[in-house]
């Protein structure tokens, strides 16, 4: 019987039947034991939710939720989150794949990390195609596949306001017990990973994995692609969010410095909202900005 600590990997599928079966099999053939893998499809238009059964007939332990209507990533990862047993968490979309040391490697930073409050820890990815072919890496490399540039570790939450690539959030492991603190993702946003980061780099330690320990595709319906897409509903969605998400964050400053970090994704936010002329929008990052004049003037910080 292994000692090893349980990791829970939650899957999200939403129209991913042609990379399905591959993610999943990258899952149950880690090198790492005990995994528990749970399985979501968001309401998939596609054939996805017929891949997924037909791959379950030969894993028929593996817990596998339907939705039935689209419920998004934030409340799809909570759903599935309720019935996580793991001490450690993966969120993994069903178009990337994990290396078979991937869960291994992750586990060892954490007992290997100096940071004695540590909860999360990230790697680097390969970024490869609809086809599979090699792209690039997420982070760039030199001849010994190591970061050309060293990644900040420890307490990186103004890296996370001023960085857009600070972490490779799709390379992520996180401590259940820092999930349960923030309660999950919000459920009010599009997308999930920078309230998520900014959140849990202001309380918690993130450490940098210095491998490359997954593929990340790159498809031309996913959820990044919707960012700049012009007068498109689900952009708007995303400018919304990332409204809320600055918001939250000019809350969860605590210096100038801070302000200053986030000044970059307030006028960058203006500057997308512009372009989908979303003008209602961009009078509300105005205010963003008058708030952080503000408090640069007067120096006013709730601490």
Known sequence: MSNNPLVTVICLCYNHEAYVTESLDSVINQSYLPIQLIIVDDFSTDNSKVVIENWI??????????????????????????????????????DDILLPNCVMTQINAFKNSTFKNLGVVYGNAELISEKG??????????????????????????????????????????????????????????????????RASRIYDFDFIDEVIMQKRIVSNSLATNFYKKNDPQTKKIDYSTYLILKKGIQLNQSIQEDLAIQKRVHNSIINCLENKNYWLVLKNFKLRIILAWRKKFKKYIV
Not at 67 to 89: C, D, M, R, V
Not at 172 to 190: F, N, P, Q, R, T
Request: hydrophobic residues 40%; contains cysteine.
């Open 57 to 94: 007939q030969n894993h028929p332990k593996i817990k596998f939720i339907t939705n039935e209507t689209n419920l998004g990533n934030t409340k799809s990862f909570n759903k599935a989150l309720q019935e996580a047993k793991g001490e450690y968490i993966i969120d993994l979309a069903t």
């Open 133 to 198: 072919l090699f792209n690039s890496f997420y982070f760039p490399v030199n001849a010994q596949k190591k970061v050309i540039e060293k990644r900040i570790t420890g307490d990186i939450y103004q890296n996370v306001l001023s960085d857009f690539y600070s972490i490779c959030s799709v390379s992520a492991m996180i401590k259940k017990s820092v999930i349960d603190h923030l309660e999950g993702y919000d459920e009010s946003l599009a997308y999930e990973d920078l309230d998520f980061w900014m």
